[in-house]
């Protein structure tokens, strides 16, 4: 069973810039896809990025795409997420996910999870 775990969230202003860490424990992941989604207050949770198993492959939502950037770091069981020019909007917790097979792209496949980090975006 792998357990994820989250950091790097916190306060920052508009245009600033974060960088999300997923560390993976109990096993590697670096077979895993790893999405990262979002859940602002009163909203459903989207997909923001993933990668896929292979590492060659990375998915990247329309409001977020040019700004953040997904990747993974197999020798540190770690998978990031870069996220640059950031926007009020933008504000939410931010969960990691992996999965070992299925649609990559689809957050329904995900089956384990982290417990989020907070991003807060300052105007």
């Known amino acids: 069973q792998v357990q994820l775990v989250e950091s790097g969230g916190g306060l920052v202003q508009a245009g600033g810039s974060l960088r999300l860490s997923c560390a993976g424990s109990?096993?590697?992941?670096?077979?895993?896809?790893v999405a990262w989604s979002r859940q602002a207050p009163g909203k459903e949770r989207e997909l923001v990025s993933a990668?896929?198993?292979?590492?060659?492959?990375?998915y990247h939502a329309d409001s977020v795409k040019g700004r953040f950037t997904i990747s993974r770091d197999n020798a540190k069981n770690t998978v990031y997420l870069q996220m640059n020019s950031l926007k009020p909007e933008d504000t939410a917790v931010y969960y990691c996910?992996?999965?070992?097979?299925?649609?990559?792209?689809?957050?329904?496949?995900?089956?384990?999870w982290g417990q989020g980090t907070q991003v807060t975006v300052s105007s």
């Open positions: 990668i896929h198993w292979s590492g060659g492959f990375t």
């Open positions: 996910a992996a999965a070992g097979y299925g649609n990559w792209q689809s957050l329904s496949n995900y089956d384990h």
């Open positions: 109990g096993r590697t992941i670096r077979n895993d896809a």
